[in-house]
T-cell receptor, first 113, second 114 residues
Framework: GNSVTQMEGPVTLSEEAFLTINCTYT??????LFWYVQYPGEGLQLLLK?????DKGSNKGFEATYRKETTSFHLEKGSVQVSDSAVYFC????????????FGQGTRLTINP | NAGVTQTPKFQVLKTGQSMTLQCAQD?????MSWYRQDPGMGLRLIHY???????DQGEVPNGYNVSRSTTEDFPLRLLSAAPSQTSVYFC?????????????FGPGTRLTVT
C-alpha cells in the first residue's frame, strides 16, 4: 500500500539556519504530494503541494520539489524563524477519487532565537 | 466562512461509555473524513465520506461508526470507549478530487478514555 516516511525528529535549529526535512514515499501511480504544518494547539494547515513530477511547491519561504526518480518530496527553507516552530507532516493523496491522505509520522521543529 | 468546526474540544470518558464527536463544514465540500493523531504515528484515517449517504472505512475503523445525512455534517460515534481510543481526533473536508486534493482540517478534539 501507499506509505510516507519522514525524517525522525525532533529537530532543533537556531534562527536563520537552513532547514531540510526529508520525506520519501511509496505509491502506485502518480499521487499528489503535500506538506502540512501544525502549530501548537491547532489543526493542520496546508503549507504547500505538488501534483506532478518536477513540480515545485512553495509558500512562506518553504519549498519542496516532487522527485519521481527518487520518490522524494523534501521540505527546505533557507532561513528559519522562531515562528516556524511547529510539527510538519508530509502526505500523499490517493488518486482513486476519494482523496484519502496518507501521512508521515510528523517532524517536530523547534527554532531557538 | 467558519470552515471546519469540531465539538467538543476536550472530552474525558470512562471505559465503556459512548459519545459522538461532531464535525461540520460550511464550504459545501463533498468529501469529509476523520483522522486520529497519535504520537509518532502521524494521522491515520478512520472513516471517510464522498457525499451525503456514502461512507467507507479507512485504515483504523474498528470501534467507530459514522453517517452522513447532510453535506455539512459528519459525526463520529464511539460505541464503547476503550483506553486505546485516547487520541486527538481531526475532521477534514475537501472538494471532490480535481487534481489538487488538499484538505481543510478542523481544530481537533482531544479525547481521554480512563
Amino acid at each position: 500500500g501507499n506509505s510516507v516516511t519522514q525524517m525522525e525528529g525532533p529537530v532543533t535549529l537556531s534562527e536563520e539556519a537552513f532547514l531540510t526535512i526529508n520525506c520519501t514515499y511509496t505509491a502506485t501511480g502518480y499521487p499528489s504530494l503535500f506538506w502540512y504544518v501544525q502549530y501548537p494547539g491547532e489543526g493542520l494547515q496546508l503549507l504547500l503541494k505538488a501534483t506532478k513530477a518536477d513540480d515545485k511547491g512553495s509558500n512562506k519561504g518553504f519549498e519542496a520539489t516532487y522527485r519521481k526518480e527518487t520518490t522524494s518530496f523534501h521540505l527546505e527553507k533557507g532561513s528559519v524563524q522562531v515562528s516556524d516552530s511547529a510539527v510538519y507532516f508530509c502526505a500523499l493523496s490517493d488518486l482513486q477519487g476519494a482523496q484519502k491522505l496518507v501521512f508521515g509520522q510528523g517532524t517536530r521543529l523547534t527554532i531557538n532565537p | 466562512n467558519a470552515g471546519v468546526t469540531q465539538t467538543p474540544k476536550f472530552q474525558v470518558l470512562k471505559t465503556g461509555q459512548s459519545m459522538t464527536l461532531q464535525c461540520a463544514q460550511d464550504m459545501n465540500h463533498e468529501y469529509m473524513s476523520w483522522y486520529r493523531q497519535d504520537p509518532g504515528m502521524g494521522l491515520r484515517l478512520i472513516h471517510y465520506s464522498v457525499g451525503a449517504g456514502i461512507t467507507d472505512q479507512g485504515e483504523v475503523p474498528n470501534g467507530y461508526n459514522v453517517s452522513r445525512s447532510t453535506t455539512e455534517d459528519f459525526p463520529l460515534r464511539l460505541l464503547s470507549a476503550a483506553p486505546s481510543q485516547t487520541s486527538v481526533y481531526f475532521c477534514a473536508s475537501s472538494q471532490r478530487f480535481t487534481g489538487g486534493g488538499e484538505q481543510y482540517f478542523g481544530p481537533g478534539t482531544r479525547l481521554t478514555v480512563t
